[in-house]
């Protein structure tokens, strides 16, 4: 049998503790992600840029998730950090993740902040480490409004003075203009396998898509009801797609570093 799915009357296996954890979001978290939408929704009438950063190499999956993506919006600015990108080595992306002083240099190489009204959704599953801090701080300082996609369940556990924190202690549910709690819990492994000590099966990649997605949804939701056509992307596998996508391409891709 598979054990991450099939039911056992004993076991709560891998897929309702995902279905668990998403309906948790779904029930505390409509409205957050409804203020982040409109949000979203004002800036893109504004023509304002909207950057997605996963401040790390899972998180970063956040970004990656919604970049010249089926019915994604073509409005995101989804910022792709090399320093922080599992393709050059997971052991060197932690190491660039604990670098104090390092996010300010990703927001400097993707000018951020440069143009008034900017919002920046910040992921990181467990926003204690020194990049999300920076990336938050210096967006302040920027006058960047910030929506944090993370759980405070980190936050709370792990003490201050914890050599895997940014040097102030504070964490980036704290210091975010807008939290959306990604309801990942400590240790993000959620699935117990009897006689073994440690859990398997992460959950944070999927909460957090799940919350980029959801945030999509009720801003195409918001822009529709307000008779605004959304800027959303076809898929390029359709016929039609190319066509489809061309004039977001046009319109986005300037604003969109990775997008073209």
Not at 92 to 102: H, I, K, L, Q, T
Request: charge should be negative.
């Amino acid at each position: 049998m598979v054990y991450a799915i099939l039911p056992n009357t004993q076991e709560v296996f891998y897929r309702q503790k995902i279905c668990d954890l998403l309906q948790s979001i779904e029930q505390t978290q409509a409205e957050a992600i409804s203020r982040a939408a409109e949000l979203l929704c004002e800036a893109i009438r504004q023509g304002r840029r909207i950057h997605v950063l996963g401040t790390g190499a899972h998180s970063q999956l956040a970004a990656e998730e919604v970049l010249w993506r089926a019915g994604c919006l073509a409005a995101w600015n989804p910022i792709l950090d090399p320093g922080t990108s599992l393709l050059h080595g997971a052991k060197r992306s932690v190491n660039f993740e604990c670098m104090p002083g390092y996010g300010v240099r990703v927001l400097d190489a993707n000018q951020v902040g440069q143009t008034q009204g900017e919002l920046l959704i910040l992921v990181n599953a467990y926003g204690i480490d020194p990049m999300s801090l920076d990336v938050a701080l210096e967006c302040r300082r920027r006058g960047v409004y910030t929506i944090g996609v993370t759980s405070p369940a980190y936050g709370r556990a792990v003490p201050a003075d914890s050599p895997l924190r940014h040097p102030g202690g504070r964490s980036l549910y704290q210091e975010v203009d807008l939290l959306i709690d990604s309801r990942v819990p400590l240790g993000d492994a959620v699935l117990e396998i009897p006689g073994f000590g440690q859990p398997v099966a992460s959950a944070s990649t999927i909460c957090n898509c799940f919350v980029m997605n959801a945030l999509v949804a009720e801003t195409v939701r918001r822009l529709v009801e307000a008779g605004e056509e959304p800027p959303v992307f076809m898929s390029a596998n359709l016929p039609e797609g190319d066509a489809w996508n061309a004039r977001w391409e046009q319109k986005y891709g300037p604003a969109a570093r990775y997008m073209l």
